[in-house]
T-cell receptor
């Protein structure tokens, strides 16, 4: 099945700096890669996603890049703000095998933005 | 984005009792719903996948007789934790996905979660 590794586990930045979180996946059949933000005591909220036929996608301060050959994708947050502080999860959805259609999550990154 | 609700948001129960958690997609019809479990400071672990009108498919290691899932309609799925024990205490999160066809994103949206504490 799919295996997703996420790094770093914690990330601390100053307000206004950029933050980058990286994920690698194992299943070359995976074709959809969403990123979720989870605040304490709440459910995950989709912030951006990318399909395997696209290399990069941007939405205001948030961008995601995908390298299919290397099987890794990254979340980039620019001009970070204190309200960006949360746990971020990457995920990969397989398009084949026993994991078809299921999201496999990374371990999560605790992002702290200091004012 | 689409809205998924869960009820209750938190519940405390005695050991041995059963607890039902409801998950609703409020503004779209969900052909598939998922139930996840999350322990403190850990990632989400998929428990089961359910399609409307079909039996749920459980992940390896998840007891189907303990975690009963019913996907009665395109907007409602329920998870019943039967004979709950303290080790069942966790954060349970449902997720709903609408199928728009092959080649589309079929985005998955999550509910706010239900905190279950079994005494």
């Amino acid at each position: 099945g799919e295996n997703v590794e996420q790094h770093p586990s914690t990330l601390s930045v100053q307000e206004g700096d950029s933050a980058v979180i990286k994920c690698t996946y194992s299943d070359s059949a995976s074709n959809y890669f969403p990123w979720y933000k989870q605040e304490l005591g709440k459910g995950p909220q989709l912030i951006i996603d990318i399909r395997s036929n696209v290399g990069e996608k941007k939405d205001q301060r948030i961008a995601v890049t995908l390298n299919k050959t290397a099987k890794h994708f990254s979340l980039h947050i620019t001009e970070t703000q204190p309200e960006d502080s949360a746990v971020y999860f990457c995920a990969a959805r397989s398009a084949g095998g026993t994991s078809y259609g299921k999201l496999t999550f990374g371990q999560g990154t605790i992002l702290t933005v200091h004012p | 984005g689409a809205v998924v609700s869960q009820h209750p948001s938190w519940v405390i129960c005695k050991s041995g009792t059963s607890v039902k958690i409801e998950c609703r997609s409020l503004d779209f019809q969900a052909t598939t719903m998922f139930w996840y479990r999350q322990f403190p400071k850990q990632s989400l672990m998929l428990m089961a996948t359910s399609n409307e009108g079909s039996k749920a498919t459980y992940e390896q290691g998840v007891e189907k007789d303990k975690f009963l899932i019913n996907h009665a309609s395109l907007t409602l799925s329920t998870l019943t934790v039967t004979s709950a024990h303290p080790e069942d205490s966790s954060f349970y999160i449902c997720s709903a996905r609408v199928y728009l066809g092959r080649g589309t994103t079929n985005t998955q949206y999550f509910g706010p979660g239900t905190r279950l504490t079994v005494l």
